[in-house]
């Protein structure tokens, strides 16, 4: 069952998703393999620090978050990766790793790259290993309202 918070905000909404339920996996390639779905369509959450407050950048799982380009974009003076440590109280009902692109459920500011943004449907993790949701990425963008930049490069 998908994060309590993220189906209540959805349902309340009215907003058209699908659930899909696949085996537990951990990686972007391994879910996006058994979901069926390419990469570059599978949203993935990356939480970083931005002049020491937590934040999360959402990008196309095919790609990287590039902590230079999103410190110029975000224009911040300090960026990093948080730790487990440092944001995993903040995700109640989500497992650590899947915690779904809503930062607006849980205060917390959200970045999207661009090139997600072209995207008619996004897919992402709902708050397990073993499911994601898909919606269109016009009713994500208008729940959310993130700060859409530049900061994604190619995975290597």
């Not at 972007?28 to 058994?34: D, V």
């Not at 002049?51 to 974009?73: C, F």
């Not at 109280?89 to 790259?113: Q, S, W």
């Amino acid at each position: 069952m998908p994060a309590t918070k993220l189906k209540a905000l959805l349902d309340a909404s009215q907003v058209k998703y699908s659930v899909l339920t696949h085996s537990t996996a951990y990686t972007a390639p391994e879910i996006a393999s058994l979901a069926h779905i390419r990469g570059q369509d599978l949203a993935k959450t990356v939480i970083f620090k931005i002049d020491d407050h937590i934040a999360m950048a959402v990008l196309p799982s095919s790609r990287h978050v590039d902590l230079s380009l999103l410190k110029a974009s975000a224009k911040a003076k300090t960026i990093s990766l948080a730790s487990e440590e440092e944001f995993g109280h903040l995700f109640a009902g989500c497992e650590i790793g899947a915690m779904p692109p809503f930062g607006n459920l849980y205060g917390i500011p959200v970045f999207v790259d661009e090139t997600l943004s072209r995207d008619k449907e996004i897919a992402f993790n709902a708050g397990t290993h073993s499911e994601l949701i898909r919606m269109s990425y016009k009713d994500f963008a208008r729940l959310v309202q993130p700060t859409v930049i530049g900061f994604a490069a190619k995975a290597a």
